[in-house]
């Protein structure tokens, strides 16, 4: 059991006061539903204890956070959405630094005897779903720490991980970032588990109005785009389709504008705040996003062959086996199980349906075990 840090607002001033925690959910309400009768509904909230709630603290803040217009709903004000966006990037930061300002509290009992996992992962929608779903009775004690797939990796192989979650390419069109990720597994130190397939592509505003199909026109009609951090495995991605499209980063503009998970640069896109990302279907489906399908990739978690016995192993692959986690996958847009909680070769990942490619695949220098 521990102690672990949360995110609040403070309004400052010479009488400091908590944002009611009510306020944000109610703003996300506004953003999906356009609509202050359904956010608060969503929230199980009055309508008139929500405009209530609204218009005191637009009173506090001294401008306007939702904009309501007889028969078109509710929008979110300037303020409102820069609120909204600060605090998802907030949040996303406070996640990747959250496990070195816990508390560990001593405590007896089935607590006491669970094993702590330390899992370093790319992000990914049903692996966080995963992550909220493991109680006790599991028998686990979970860290989890969102990073790119390259920086997972790297957490994994300095053992700074006990284990590594990553997204591998799938098909012909992903063969060389799938190369860049098969170079730094080494098939004796490392057993690979399988968890879901899913879909990666452009997130689009709703009917794709810019008729986006690519890089080169995102480039040509000078469109805004979202990018992903470096060291994220969909940023890689990102670079070997602009070079493949003969696109230069400069030629993006927003490219140096980078976001920490899909649901991030899926909200940039619901927000105006930019044409076009790469990233999930059910990111893009979170949103009402319209979405270009691109690619399917794997995504697997990595752990060190010599401890597929361990306690905590075997009960996290049982975890990704159970009922509750098909339910979870099934519910997302693009996602399907893979060799859940199995063992699964690396040679399978590597297929592409081209075997001079693939013997290629399968000679690129590995990195050092450390």
């Not at 009960?315 to 199980?337: C, K, M, N």
Request: glycine content about 8%; charged content about 25%; aromatic content about 6%.
């Amino acid at each position: 059991m521990k102690l672990v840090p949360t995110l609040a607002w403070t309004l400052s001033g010479e009488a400091p006061s908590a944002l009611d925690a009510r306020l944000l959910p109610l703003l996300a309400g506004v953003r999906k539903h356009a609509s202050l009768t359904g956010a608060a509904a969503a929230i199980g909230m009055p309508y008139r204890s929500a405009w209530a709630l609204i218009r005191a603290w637009q009173a506090r803040l001294g401008t306007a956070l939702v904009r309501l217009e007889r028969g078109r709903g509710a929008a979110l004000a300037p303020l409102g959405e820069q609120l909204l966006r600060t605090d998802e990037v907030a949040a996303q930061h406070l996640e990747r630094v959250v496990d070195n300002w816990t508390v560990e509290l001593s405590v007896t009992g089935t607590l006491a005897r669970r094993k702590r996992l330390r899992i370093a992962a790319s992000h990914d929608l049903a692996l966080a779903r995963v992550r909220d779903s493991i109680t006790p009775s599991t028998g686990l004690d979970v860290d989890f720490q969102f990073l790119g797939s390259i920086e997972s990796l790297d957490h994994y192989a300095r053992r700074k991980a006990d284990l590594a979650g990553c997204h591998v390419p799938a098909g012909s069109g992903g063969a060389e970032a799938r190369a860049v990720m098969l170079a730094r597994f080494r098939s004796g130190r490392d057993a690979l588990i399988g968890f879901i397939e899913r879909e990666q592509g452009f997130i689009v505003q709703r009917g794709n109005p810019h008729r986006l199909r690519g890089f080169a026109d995102i480039a040509r009609k000078r469109l805004r785009f979202v990018n992903r951090q470096r060291g994220s495995g969909t940023r890689v991605l990102v670079d070997l389709l602009l070079r493949d499209s003969r696109v230069e980063p400069a030629q993006i503009t927003g490219y140096r504008n980078e976001e920490f998970t899909h649901v991030a640069t899926a909200a940039t896109v619901a927000s105006g705040g930019a044409d076009a990302a790469f990233g999930l279907r059910a990111a893009a489906a979170q949103f009402g996003l319209g979405f270009v399908p691109v690619l399917r990739e794997h995504y697997v978690l990595v752990w060190r062959r010599q401890r597929l016995q361990d306690r905590a192993v075997v009960a996290l692959r049982a975890v990704l086996q159970s009922t509750e986690t098909a339910a979870l996958v099934r519910s997302l847009a693009g996602y399907r199980l893979w060799h859940a909680g199995e063992i699964v070769p690396l040679s399978l990942l590597a297929q592409t349906g081209n075997r001079s490619r693939a013997r290629r695949i399968a000679s690129l220098p590995r990195v050092a075990a450390k």
